[in-house]
């Protein structure tokens, strides 16, 4: 992650400008908004950055604090407006299905993404891989349809592994489906 030591990546948008390196870059992969400042923001955008993802997960207040992110939605929408400030293109990344989601609160979450400043946003389906705490939340909280290994979060091949009563494998199907028409991609 680009942004995990913000010093070294102010260090390396310096370290460009110093030597004229003029090559266009991006964080195609996603940045930590909680370690983005305006200081950073102008510094990637001289150095040539581009384009910059951040992984926003979902808009619905409650869903977000259900995931224990270690950020928060302001902070979110604030690197966002930093990275606009500086003409760096932002994308959102945003998964389906997490924890207390539902159909009616991806649809809130879609119709807030075109609100806060991105450029493009992504919709994926939440895939819990097999270990982890959402693993354990689902095995508890939902039903699962096939193993985390045959899940598929994007693409041709997207696949839910699990539904629960609030949000079926079906409606995170349509859902995905309407949230990447919705938001061109």
Request: proline share 3%; glycine share 10%.
């Amino acid at each position: 992650n680009f942004t995990f030591d913000v010093n070294r990546a102010k260090e390396f948008c310096r370290l460009l400008l110093k030597y004229g390196i003029n090559l266009p870059w991006s964080c195609s992969n996603g940045l930590r908004a909680d370690r983005i400042d305006d200081e950073l923001a102008a510094l990637m955008s001289e150095s040539g950055c581009r384009h910059a993802s951040i992984g926003v997960e979902s808009l619905d207040e409650e869903v977000f604090n259900g995931i224990n992110k270690g950020e928060s939605l302001a902070e979110i929408k604030q690197a966002i407006g930093y990275l606009k400030k500086h003409s760096i293109k932002t994308n959102g990344f945003f998964l389906i299905g997490l924890p207390g989601d539902s159909s009616k609160r991806s649809l809130l979450s879609l119709k807030k993404s075109t609100s806060i400043g991105l450029d493009t946003a992504h919709w994926n389906i939440f895939v819990p891989y097999h270990g982890t705490l959402a693993w354990e939340w689902v095995k508890t909280q939902g039903t699962l349809r096939r193993g985390w290994e045959s899940g598929g979060h994007f693409g041709p091949q997207v696949r839910p592994v699990f539904d629960t009563a609030d949000f079926s494998e079906k409606e995170m199907l349509l859902m995905y489906r309407k949230a990447n028409i919705v938001s061109r991609n």
